[in-house]
């Protein structure tokens, strides 16, 4: 017999209201990607009087897509820099939240819950002060305006939302396996490779997934660590929208600026989703 589909189980309502919250989530995006292809769209029209590919035949400098794709937008360049600092940031990040995240999970000590609560501090202090004290810092060490600096400052907003993932994960994991693992000779790296951390990677999907995108959509800390010498795609996007309106190519820089979150949102959805229920 075939499996009812959730949509066969859903009552009209539960249907509308799942439509409604797509609608509301994704709305904002297609307005965006018609302001990427349009050339003019005056209010009140609701749809551009004039497209960006009737225009560029008349056209002698670049517009719009012809304007994101070619070397004067450094978009490539920005694309490139925002990839390599959000994978660095995300890599450093794990090996740093992965110890710690077994110790706040399975250890009980004094102080445990200040830790947390320090830990926690990223998230509440305003973005401007962190960036400030760090630039003054960095700039006495030398690494303002160099790509160390500016992945050293992406953890700091970054482990928060790494630590609280792998927390969870490991309090939801017993212990039985890996004793059982010791018990058979194991030693503690082959129960950590072989054992804990499989069960752990699905948490560790997720976190990474976490990681990657705060760090690719940081602009204050990225914009006063590096000096204008590097750029990002939301520094770069930010020049684009600092006069209050939205062109074509700015929209366009919008479009690609998603793109890298996209595409590993939809990578490791479907891994998340089959070790998550792998069993039942």
């Not at 970054?158 to 059982?180: D, H, N, S, W």
């Not at 000096?227 to 684009?240: D, V, Y």
Request: proline share 6%; with cysteine; hydrophobic share 55%.
């Amino acid at each position: 017999m075939r499996r009812p589909r959730l949509t066969d189980r859903l009552s009209p309502f539960q249907r509308f209201y799942l439509l409604a919250m797509a609608a509301f989530i994704l709305g904002p995006f297609l307005p965006l990607i018609i302001q990427s292809l349009a050339f003019r769209w005056a209010w009140p029209d609701l749809l551009p009087s004039e497209w960006w590919l009737e225009q560029r035949e008349r056209s002698i400098g670049p517009l719009a897509w012809d304007y994101v794709f070619s070397p004067y937008s450094r978009v490539l360049e920005a694309t490139v820099n925002t990839v390599i600092i959000g994978a660095a940031a995300t890599i450093l990040c794990l090996a740093i939240c992965l110890p710690a995240a077994r110790v706040l999970a399975r250890e009980r000590f004094r102080g445990k819950s200040a830790v947390e609560f320090f830990l926690s501090l990223p998230l509440i202090l305003p973005e401007a002060a962190i960036g400030i004290t760090l630039l003054m810092v960095f700039i006495g060490l030398g690494l303002a305006g160099s790509y160390a600096g500016i992945i050293i400052a992406h953890l700091i907003p970054t482990i928060p939302y790494m630590v609280r993932t792998l927390t969870a994960v490991y309090q939801g994991l017993g212990t039985e396996f890996e004793e059982q693992a010791m018990v058979l000779g194991a030693s503690r790296l082959q129960v950590f490779l072989r054992v804990t951390l499989p069960m752990l990677m699905p948490g560790v999907v997720a976190g990474a997934l976490f990681t990657f995108l705060v760090s690719t959509n940081i602009f204050l800390l990225t914009f006063l660590l590096g000096q204008g010498r590097i750029i990002t795609l939301p520094t770069l996007l930010f020049s684009k929208v600092s006069g209050g309106t939205i062109d074509a190519s700015a929209a366009g820089i919008t479009v690609i600026a998603t793109l890298p979150g996209i595409v590993l949102l939809l990578l490791t959805e479907r891994f998340i989703r089959q070790k998550a229920f792998d069993g039942y």
